[in-house]
């Protein structure tokens, strides 16, 4: 059985850091992709970042860009997402979610969920 549990979110002030976690379980980073993405009510998903199967992490968003940074623990099949200089506007629901294969943009594409964690920044 897949699991994908985040944690880490919290509230926090505008210029503040947070480090995101999600706990894979049931899934191998050799032939699963773990994505992070974010969404607040009424907006689109967005997505945030991905591991590659090569340990590559790729950005999608251009506003997080130089501010979030995604790393892994293979040992521990887990993946983090650093986030520097939180801004209001990144106050939003994280997800992690996995598939096989290529990292993508796209959430519809991703097959596994885990059940996010409110990041809630004040200004």
């Known amino acids: 059985e897949v699991q994908l549990v985040e944690s880490g979110g919290g509230l926090v002030q505008a210029g503040g850091s947070l480090r995101l976690s999600c706990a894979a379980s049931?899934?191998?980073?050799?032939?699963?992709?773990i994505a992070w993405f974010r969404q607040a009510p009424g907006k689109e998903r967005e997505g945030v970042s991905c591991?590659?199967?090569?340990?590559?992490?790729?950005a999608y968003a251009d506003s997080v860009k130089g501010r979030f940074t995604l790393s892994s623990d293979d040992a521990k099949n887990t993946v983090y997402l650093q986030i520097n200089s939180l801004k209001p506007e990144d106050s939003d629901v994280y997800y992690c979610a996995a598939k096989r294969s290529a990292c993508t943009g796209d959430g519809r594409l991703y097959t596994y969920w885990g059940q996010g964690t409110q990041v809630t920044v004040s200004s």
């Open positions: 591991r590659s199967t090569s340990g590559l992490s790729l």
């Open positions: 049931g899934v191998s980073f050799d032939d699963f992709v």
